[in-house]
Structure formats: structure tokens, C-alpha cells
């Protein structure tokens, strides 16, 4: 019996010079036949059949050697062969391959800089991952991906060493070990070509430095492109802030010493003439209202250039035509500039485009929220004309939720349809519940245990529900309250509250007096404005003073009036107006509140009222000055005394820290000295905030300073400002899984030698 037989063998690296070499070889060539079998060897792991679908011929068709080159070629493409040939025993086609082994396992060695996930998720983008096949090139390549992680956290001297492991199976294990170093640190940052400005100032520019006391935290001595990038653009936008028109930039270079360890910055810079603005003109189509876009014009005629405010005009006038619906407008401020006399003029061109209406608007980002709780707030409606002002306001109304730490709003074109947009409505959500469940412990308390349940946001429904446990000795407290925002389709609230608080003074004696507090309430809000809303209720409240030890005595002589145990019907009105720019991190707008109680039934008559006021100011883009005000008063009605437990209550977080909880007010005549509160308070603050260093795109982590004003006064007491208390102190707020965190360290300027000090102080979910 005889066979013909020939081989056609290919490895990867030759695979280009296959086709050439088989022309050159004719002594290999094997005569076209029609493939009666096809057999495949070597295979251990691969399925047989991502062989077969790879091949260019099958049983039945012709053979020819350029259908053997292109099936090798197909082969060698899938990367899962280290090597393939074809051999030929009459009409019967081999396959014989060669598989390249695959990765069983990846470990690193020496890791301290990064999560092993981020490492391995790196690693999978460059095709190395555990079970796909291996080759030298591609650990190689992963070893250079590794380096480069490392050089973007400044580790330009780390090392990273490879080592393939075989084992059964035609597997490897991948051992990687790092070296990591430590971080090149910026020791130099030169400007070059500075005249007006020190270079300490342009410095103050840049978020790299070469270290000081946050840099631990900040990483602000590490060298990094995209951080330097950032720097460069700061930089530009300060001169031309300044009148600096033409300023540019020549060169930057970076230095590395030798054992990486070193960086040293030189930027060169051309800081050109200092230009004044000699006027604004305008030109193009502005929908015959050119007075009115003349008043929106940022730039002032006679001061120095500044890009800001040009910028601000053009966004602005995009704006105002949005409002019309032409939601293309283009706005474009050229400037003619005369370098004989330092002085510019722009000349801003509109064209208005095309006016446009919103066909469909779409919702991202809300993997909890429901999408009725987002679309609820909007004001730009489907199928209606485009209208800035609309689109604004519901950006607004859904920031002023509270659920999200970011909403944006995209117009997008729709191809073939210029007339319409569709609207992209991007939120980030925030978490907006928290559950407590802990002990504590104190010589006072011994063991209290608490269980808390609160949801802003409950079940993605808007709707707010909370539960509040408490089984302190001298403070125990069930409360359930819940709030659905939209109890009718128009917008109008529903707000039940049941309570039940027990509440002990802190003597160290089991048989101390107490207050039980016990009732239930409904509300309404009615909205009556886009940002305004008024409230009505009634609450039903029952008060019990439980005799025992140290009952001061003003508690006695109420009790010998109305009762041990009274009951009081109050009904509630209020108003409150929100204009902040957000609920979560405002940094403009106000926030103000008017509430009223006036019990109307029950053995207790008083009128109670409290106003609030917070205003948010802008200052730059890092710095926000809020204010806030808070007056309460009250008064008995019908000749009958103010109740005491309607007091209220000034000092610590909330109302002027620094001084210890409630602790700011009228004290009972008795010898306990137990603070009454009082039905007239007066509290001041203001704060400056400012991101947290290095805090990147969590937005609510902020530092704070402030100052703190305020007292509470007795019935026969008139409000003295002589009487009030303040203090000054910086702190942290964020907020954080758990709920609204604020620390804060205050030191009190103005105080008596009786006042209750308290200077580190710690809560969650005030807001001044």
C-alpha cells in the first residue's frame, strides 16, 4: 500500500511568510483532492468543533494548498494554538495542533499600593485572565500594564518580575513580584517668564505642590500628568482671568533623578500685555429682543479682560434663547483686538438656529429610584416646545429631593428630526436609608439598647418612613413617622407621626422624676408655588410629670395647676420656601420655614411659633458663606401659664456649638439646677464651607468654620443680646452610608462662668 504525505507547518512567528515560502517550494505542493475525512490531534481542552467552524473547506470539498494556508492563518487567529499543521494521508485531512496552556491561577507577591481586584481587572483588559490561554508576549504585555499602573500613582521605580509555573493539564500558574519603592515626590516646581505675578502666587494655583501638612492625605506631592495638565489649565485661567489675553505657555519640562525617587517641574511661560475691554457689540439674529440680551451682558466695558465673565455672557445668552426653544443657539464672542493700545473688543455673533420640541425624556442612573418619583418633579414636559426656564426648574426640583449626590441634563439631536430633542435626565443616587442596631454603655446608663430605621427615599417610592427605638433608662423613645409627598396626583402631602417618649434627668437615681410624652399627628402640604408650600395639621398630645426625685419646682407648681397628667389639641399652619440650588450640598438659593401651633382643646392653651432662614452665597467655585437664622417664641393663652415642655432649647449642634446640649437657657430655682429651656429662643450662625482636600467627586464631604450666637429666655425674661452666647470653632460634615455626619470643634467667646463647655461634639443629621 503506499500514501502520499506532506506536511504544512506554521508557528506564529512565521506565520506572515507562509504564503511566500509555499510558492517557493513547489516540491511540497500537494495536488488539489476532495477531502474524504477530517481528523484533529492534539486537542486536550478545546472543543473539537471550534476547530471544524474555523476551517475554510469541509468533508465533500476541494482541497488546494491556498485553502490549507487560509485555514492555518484561521487557526492561529483564535490564539488558542501555540502551533498547527496540516498533513494529508490520501484523501483524509489531520489537523495536528499544538495548544498554548492556559492561565490556572494569578497571584501577586509584594502588593501594598493597590487592591488586588483593580490589578486583576487591568490585567483582563490586556487579554490575561484566569483560564484564557497564555503566551510569553502576553505576559510581557502584562508586565508593562502592571508598570504603568504603578507610574500612575507616582511609583516610577517599582519592579515587577514574571514567573510562569507549569502545571497538569497544560496549565501555568502566574506568580508576579513587586517591587513597589516609594512614591517620586515633586522637591521642584519652577515658573520661568513670570514678571507680574510671584511665582508663590501662580504656585497657590496649582493642586500639586511639593508637600505639606495634608499631603499624606492628599497626595499632593506626587507627580502626575493628568494632575499637571489640570495645574497648566488653572494657570491659564488665572491670567486670563486678569486681563492677560495672550498669554501662553511655551514649555514644560518634568526631571527625574536618578533612583526615581525626585521630580522637578519647569514651566515656561509668556505672560503678553494686559488687555482692557473697550466695549461689546452684537451681532446676529436675537429675536428682535437685542435690549434684552444687551442686559444679560456679563462684560464690563472699561476693566480688564476677563475669559470668566465671557464666558459666563455666552452661556447666558444660550440660556435665554433656550428659553424660546431654540435649544441649538450658538453664541460666539470674537475679539478685536488692538495691541497698539492694549485694549479689546468683543463682538458677540448668535445665530438662534432652529426652534425645537422635546419628544421623548429620558431617565438614567436611577437603579432604586422609580422613575414616577423623578418625573414627577418635572416642568419641561414631552411633545412640548423646548423651554429652558422648564428645564432648569426641574433639574432643580429633582436636585431638591435629596436622593441623588448628582443630576445632569443632556440635549441630544435626533438624526433626520431637526426639530426635536430628546432630554437625558442623569442622577446619581445617594444612599438615603440607614438602620442602627447597638448597645452603649456608661456608669450613668449601665446598658441601652437602640434601634433605629430611616428612609428617605423608602422602597424607591419617594415616600419618607422611620423608626425610632430607644431603651435608655433616662430616655426612651418609640416614634413612627412617615411622609408621602405625592398623596394626591397634584402635589400635596400626607404626614402621620406617633411618638411615645419617657425622659429622665441625668441624676444618678432610679427615682427621679420624669416626663411622658405620648400622642399623634397628621399634616398636609399644599404646594402653592414651585418652591413654596403651606402646611395644616392637628396633633393630639397627652403629658404626664411623674413625681419622684429632684422635681424642680416649676414642674410642681404645674402639676398643682392643670394636673399631673394634661392633654392639648394643638393645630398646626406653616409656610416654607425652598429655593436652594440642591437639598443635599446647597451652595446658593434660601431655605425658609414659618410654623405655628395654637392649642385650640384639652387642658393645656398655648401658641407656639418658629421661624427659620438659611441663605447660601456662592463666593467662588470652592467657597460657599451660609446663614442661618432661628427665633422661636411662645406664649399661654386664656391666662393660662406656657407649658414647660413646649420649651425651648439652645446649645450644641444645631444651635450654637461649643456649649454642651440644651444647656443655654433659664435653670430651675431648685437645687438640682436642671435646665428648663424657655418659650423665646434666638440663634445665629454663619459658616464658610469648602470641599474637603483631595475629596474628588464626593461633593459632601466638607470642612466648615463658624461663628455661633444665641440663647433661650424665660417667660419673664425680655430677649437681651447682652444675654446671648457665642462661640467660634471649624469642623467636618459628610454625607456618609450611614446618614449626614458633622463634626465639630468649637470654642465659645462670650460666656458666664456657670455655662456647660463642651468643645469636640459629634452628631448625625443637623444641619447647622
Known sequence: MSFSFIRHRLSSSALTLFASALACLPALAVEPFTVRDIRVEGLQRIEPGTVFASLPFRVGEQYTDDKGAAGIRALFALGLFKDVRLETQGDILVVVVEERPSVAAVEFIGLK?????????????????????YDKALADKAEQELKRQYISRSLYGAEVVTTATPIDRNRVNLTFTITEGGPAKISQIEIVGNKVFSADTLRDQFNLDTGGWMSWYTKSDRYSRTKLNGDLEALRSFYLARGYLEFRIDSTQVAMSPDKQQMSITININEGERFVVSGVRLEGNYLDKDDEFKSLVKIKSGEPYNA??????????????????????????????DR???????????????????????VAGNNRTRDEVIRREFRQ??????????????????????YFTDVNVDTQEIPGAPDQVDLLFSVTEKPTGSISLGAGFSSAEKIALSFGVQQENAFGSGNYLAVQVNTSKYNRNYVVSTTDPYFTQNGISRSVDLFHRTTRPYLGDLNAYSLVNSGVGLRFGVPVTETDRVFVGANFEQTQIVAGTGLPVEYQNYANKFGSTSTALPLTVGWAHDGRDSALVPTKGSLQSFTADVSVAGDVRYARTNFKYQQYIPLNKKYTLAFNTDLGWGQGLNGQDYPLFKNFYVGGLGSVRGFEQSTLGPRSSSTTGIYLGGPKKVVFNAELMTPFPGAGNDKTLRLFAFTDVGRAFGQDESVSF????????????WISPMGPLRFSYGVPIRQQTDDRIQKLQFQIGTSF
Not at 113 to 133: I, T
Not at 723 to 729: N, Y
Open 113 to 133: 499600593e493597590f487592591d488586588k481586584d483593580v490589578l486583576f481587572k487591568a490585567l483582563k483588559e490586556v487579554g490575561l485572565a484566569e483560564g484564557r490561554p
Open 381 to 402: 414636559l414631552e411633545a412640548a416646545w423646548y423651554d429652558g426656564d422648564k428645564i432648569s426648574l426641574s433639574r432643580d426640583r429633582v436636585n431638591r429631593l435629596g
Open 308 to 337: 470668566e465673565t465671557v464666558a459666563e455672557t455666552t452661556k447666558v445668552f444660550t440660556d435665554y434663547f433656550g428659553k424660546f426653544g431654540f435649544a441649538f443657539a450658538r453664541v460666539e464672542a470674537k475679539p478685536v483686538i
Open 722 to 733: 447682652a444675654q446671648l452666647r457665642a462661640s467660634v470653632g471649624f469642623g467636618l460634615s
Open 340 to 362: 497698539k493700545n492694549n485694549r479689546v473688543q468683543f463682538v458677540l455673533f448668535a445665530e438662534p438656529s432652529r426652534r425645537a420640541y422635546v419628544r421623548r425624556i429620558l
